[in-house]
């Protein structure tokens, strides 16, 4: 199994971002897919998960992320918007059995990471 996330970059506050993880070598249409990220000297957090048609965020994204999935593609997204310099972090995407234990990081699986990279 392999999931390859992209789509990071170096971007400006109030810009978008749209990252992608694309999952190989098993379906995982009803399993859940999520994102964490990791800054500079700090924990790896939960930003997102999604199982069928429920989603959770963590509250300093609400409003400004969006997780989706093409089940047909086996990939997860992660729509960015109004980025802030405070998002900035490694993304890396994740799959496991349900939503709680994604945010418990219970994780199956793990992705490598994109690099977001938000100035100022």
């Known amino acids: 199994v392999q999931l390859q996330a992209s789509g990071g970059g170096l971007v400006q506050a109030g810009d978008s971002l749209r990252l992608s993880c694309a999952a190989s070598?098993?379906?995982?249409?009803?399993?859940?897919m999520g994102w964490f990220r990791q800054a500079p000297g700090k924990e790896r957090e939960f930003v997102a998960a999604?199982?069928?048609?429920?989603?959770s965020y963590v509250d300093s994204v609400k409003g400004r992320v969006t997780i989706s999935r093409d089940n047909a593609k086996n990939t997860v997204y992660l729509q960015m918007n109004s980025l802030k310099p405070e998002d900035t972090a490694v993304y890396y995407c994740a799959v496991s059995n349900s939503i709680s234990a994604v945010r418990s990081r219970q994780v199956l699986y793990w992705g490598q990471g994109t690099q977001v990279t938000v100035s100022s």
């Open positions: 070598g098993r379906t995982f249409s009803t399993y859940a």
């Open positions: 999604i199982r069928l048609t429920s989603t």
